[in-house]
């Protein structure tokens, strides 16, 4: 007996191919974008070392109790009063009445390159957030100061601290309230710069700040609102994130990565 093979209409074979080139263009497309988005996000964020979204309790309310590896300068600066407050998932800081000297809540983050990624609130007018990054091991500066950006409702400063004002020479004239020279006057010129940018309070906001080389990059709420190159911002190693407060700012969602190249 024959075995009769049916040959499917000619149109039907060409839907056929039409069905499977549009699948494979479909798969293909995805893989494409997939491969895309993953070059991006290593690219732009690389590696995660570290990441907190203050979701826990204190076991008491006396004394800062912040955990996670992050450490203040209560006990030293604020006679060991609570300054930063965990509640509602957030970091609250605020300075005490007894402090001398604006809150700074410290974690370890040692990069060459990388970002710090954050939500923020400054709820008054008048409130600012520093992001500080220090190197205690250099010993060229004054406390290990490198460089920061501080964000106000109003405005944002980059400062190249390592060669301006916390470098060795000029902190410590300007603690003896010596004049500085004219070289020195221009050097501290050239080590910072300030971008006018309107916050509103009582409002979150995202930051991302990213230091590449020697240039430090500020984004908030999706957009790039400040970029400052100094040669003090591409200090090899940035040891340590100070979050400086002089009066109140409250964080969450905090992400530190490494960007180191591959």
């Given at each position: 007996?024959?075995?009769?093979?049916?040959?499917?209409?000619?149109?039907?074979?060409?839907?056929?191919g039409?069905?499977?080139?549009?699948r494979?263009?479909?798969?293909?497309?995805?893989?494409?974008?997939?491969?895309?988005?993953?070059?991006?996000?290593?690219?732009?964020?690389?590696?995660?070392?570290?990441?907190?979204?203050?979701?826990?309790?204190?076991?008491?309310?006396?004394?800062?109790?912040?955990?996670?590896?992050?450490?203040?300068?209560?006990?030293?600066?604020?006679?060991?009063?609570?300054?930063?407050?965990?509640?509602?998932?957030?970091?609250?800081?605020?300075?005490?009445?007894?402090?001398?000297?604006?809150?700074?809540?410290?974690?370890?983050?040692?990069?060459?390159?990388?970002?710090?990624?954050?939500?923020?609130?400054?709820?008054?007018?008048?409130?600012?957030?520093?992001?500080?990054?220090a190197?205690?091991?250099?010993?060229?500066?004054?406390?290990?100061?490198?460089?920061?950006?501080?964000?106000?409702?109003?405005?944002?400063?980059?400062?190249?601290?390592?060669?301006?004002?916390?470098?060795?020479?000029?902190y410590?004239?300007?603690?003896?309230?010596?004049?500085?020279?004219?070289t020195?006057?221009?050097?501290?010129?050239?080590?910072?710069?300030?971008?006018?940018?309107k916050?509103?309070?009582?409002?979150?906001?995202?930051l991302?700040?990213?230091?590449?080389?020697?240039?430090?990059?500020?984004?908030?709420?999706?957009?790039?609102?400040?970029?400052?190159?100094?040669?003090?911002i591409?200090?090899?190693?940035?040891r340590?994130?100070?979050l400086?407060?002089?009066?109140?700012?409250?964080?969450?969602?905090?992400?530190?990565?490494?960007?180191?190249?591959?």
């Amino acid at each position: 007996m024959m075995t009769r093979h049916v040959v499917p209409p000619l149109g039907e074979i060409q839907k056929q191919g039409t069905h499977e080139r549009n699948r494979l263009k479909t798969g293909l497309h995805t893989l494409i974008l997939l491969m895309l988005s993953a070059t991006a996000f290593a690219g732009k964020q690389g590696t995660l070392i570290f990441s907190d979204d203050f979701n826990r309790n204190e076991s008491q309310e006396i004394k800062d109790e912040i955990g996670k590896e992050w450490g203040s300068n209560s006990k030293s600066r604020a006679k060991g009063n609570k300054q930063v407050d965990l509640k509602d998932g957030a970091m609250h800081i605020y300075r005490h009445a007894e402090a001398d000297h604006a809150v700074s809540v410290t974690h370890p983050a040692e990069f060459k390159d990388g970002t710090v990624e954050l939500r923020f609130m400054l709820e008054n007018a008048g409130d600012s957030l520093g992001l500080n990054f220090a190197d205690l091991k250099f010993k060229e500066v004054h406390a290990g100061h490198l460089c920061m950006v501080k964000i106000s409702t109003k405005d944002i400063t980059i400062s190249d601290l390592k060669t301006g004002k916390m470098g060795k020479e000029i902190y410590a004239v300007r603690k003896a309230k010596q004049p500085l020279t004219d070289t020195q006057k221009e050097k501290l010129k050239s080590t910072e710069n300030k971008f006018q940018n309107k916050l509103e309070n009582g409002k979150w906001h995202d930051l991302e700040v990213t230091i590449k080389g020697d240039t430090m990059t500020v984004t908030i709420d999706g957009m790039e609102t400040a970029s400052f190159s100094s040669e003090g911002i591409a200090h090899p190693t940035k040891r340590t994130l100070r979050l400086s407060v002089p009066k109140k700012a409250v964080i969450d969602d905090l992400k530190i990565y490494n960007n180191k190249s591959s």
